[in-house]
């Protein structure tokens, strides 16, 4: 069964503690994107990479941090630097023009 | 730089009515162009693209739009809504290319009343 997989769906966080997110894909696609989702704002791209050890800055890179060891793997880790990190987070994959989205997670600081 | 405009944060239709959806974007190059699907808590399907050849374009679940170059319009449509339409909707573009980066409208939340 092929897909994106974020893990887990619902996560909760105290602030000033770094958090990792989850992204697995079994599409065998190259180039994987984090995107942050915040209400009337739409999808602000965080990081993107388009092959392994390898990953670019987005629009709003600061606070997060990536790694891209493996193909199929490309977790994203929300620092306590950033300053507002209660969001809903989608991960997506291409290959091609159009990007294929994971359910997403959501993510609540207090 | 690409933007894209969706007009109408909020959309209400009756159950059986025409479902517009507007979208319009700006690019200095010819664009890929997206419409994207959301229920809650979930993540974004593809409704339909256009990159390029025929200007109307259909999609899933009875969604079309057309590519309108001169008036940079990416409206969506569809002839008669469903109360499963109810969903939030995001328009998209793309140079395409190798970092293929999409850049997205603020949404339009389509409610459909019985």
């Known amino acids: 069964d092929g897909g994106i997989t974020q893990s887990p769906k619902y996560l909760f966080r105290k602030e000033g503690q770094n958090v990792t997110l989850s992204c697995e894909q079994n599409l065998n696609h190259d180039a994987m994107y984090w995107y942050r989702q915040d209400p009337g704002q739409g999808l602000r791209l965080i990081y993107y990479?388009?092959?392994?050890?390898?990953?670019q800055k987005g629009d709003i890179a600061e606070g997060y941090s990536v790694s891209r060891e493996k193909k199929e793997s490309f977790p994203l880790t929300v620092t306590s630097a950033q300053k507002n990190p209660t969001a809903f987070y989608l991960c997506?994959?291409?290959?091609?023009?159009?990007?294929?989205f994971g359910p997403g997670t959501r993510l609540t600081v207090t | 730089a690409q933007s894209v405009t969706q007009l109408g944060s909020h959309v209400s239709v009756s159950e059986g009515a025409l479902v517009l959806l507007r979208c319009n974007y700006s690019?200095?190059?010819?664009?890929?162009l997206f419409w994207y699907v959301q229920y809650p808590n979930q993540g974004l399907q593809l409704l339909l693209k256009?990159?390029?050849?025929?200007?109307l374009v259909k999609g899933i679940n009875g969604f079309e739009a057309e590519f309108k170059k001169s008036e940079t319009s990416f409206h969506l449509t569809k002839p008669s809504a469903h109360m499963s339409d109810a969903a939030e909707y995001f328009c998209?573009?793309?140079?395409?290319?190798?970092?293929?980066?999409?850049?997205f409208g603020t949404g339009t939340l389509l409610a459909v009343q019985p």
């Open positions: 990479s388009q092959i392994v050890n390898d990953f």
């Open positions: 998209a573009v793309s140079q395409g290319g190798a970092t293929n980066k999409l850049i």
């Open positions: 997506a994959t291409t290959q091609g023009p159009e990007q294929y």
């Open positions: 690019s200095s190059v010819p664009p890929y």
């Open positions: 256009y990159t390029t050849g025929a200007t």
